[in-house]
């Protein structure tokens, strides 16, 4: 069973701050996908990332694949409270469905 | 980008009951859909896979006879929790899709057995 392990789980920051939330794997990962939730809500996709060492930004948001395909991070900038939420990590192992294994998620709660 | 819905989005009901909750893709063709099972301020777990017109699959630990999987369409797939018990109150949250795209998730439904 490939297992994401994602930290931290609980973050707490005042506006303006940045922060950086990792994703960890002992297994290779076809593709990752970020996603963010909000309470009473389905997930929403923040973004993909396929081939190591790729680097994708989303506005404040950086996120970075592992050149080795079993790590990511997601790094925010400047924090809003608009941020607050569960951020999800999710990999695709490949193979004939596309099958998610979900990180643990990190609930960010940003102050204002 | 793509919509996926799910009904109802809250419903409470009594213990030994069982519930419908319906997913549908609504703009384009879902050949898999999944079902997923979230605690407060924790993860997805995957529940199960659904093919359109075949059996579902389910994860390890996932009792097939209490929730019942239906994917009759390519636009429509549902999750009944059979004999429903204060236990299996949680957020259930399905996903689509197309090929091997991406999954679009839906909003979610909460339930709630008294």
């Known amino acids: 069973t490939q297992l994401l392990e994602q930290s931290p789980q609980f973050l707490s920051i005042q506006e303006g701050e940045n922060l950086t939330v990792y994703c960890n794997s002992s297994s290779v990962f076809s593709s990752l996908q970020w996603y963010r939730q909000e309470p009473g809500e389905g997930p929403v996709l923040l973004v993909t990332v396929v081939t190591g060492g790729e680097v994708k930004k989303l506005k404040r948001l950086t996120f970075q694949f592992g050149d080795a395909r079993k790590d990511s991070s997601l790094h925010i900038t400047a924090a809003q409270p608009g941020d607050t939420g569960l951020y999800l990590c999710a990999g695709d192992s490949g193979g004939s469905n596309y099958k998610l294994t979900f990180g643990k998620g990190t609930l960010l709660t940003v102050n204002p | 980008g793509a919509v996926v819905s799910q009904h109802p989005s809250r419903v409470i009901c009594k213990s030994g009951t069982s519930v419908k909750i319906e997913c549908r893709s609504l703009d384009f063709q879902a050949t898999t859909m999944f079902w997923y099972r979230q605690f407060p301020k924790q993860s997805l777990m995957l529940m199960a896979t659904s093919n359109e017109g075949s059996k579902a699959t389910y994860e390890q630990g996932v009792e097939k006879d209490k929730f019942l999987i239906n994917h009759a369409s390519l636009t429509l797939s549902t999750l009944t929790v059979t004999s429903a018990h204060p236990e299996d109150s949680s957020f259930y949250i399905c996903?689509?899709?197309?090929?091997?795209?991406?999954?679009?998730f839906g909003p979610g439904t909460r339930l709630t057995v008294t």
């Open positions: 996903s689509a899709q197309q090929g091997l795209g991406e999954q679009y």
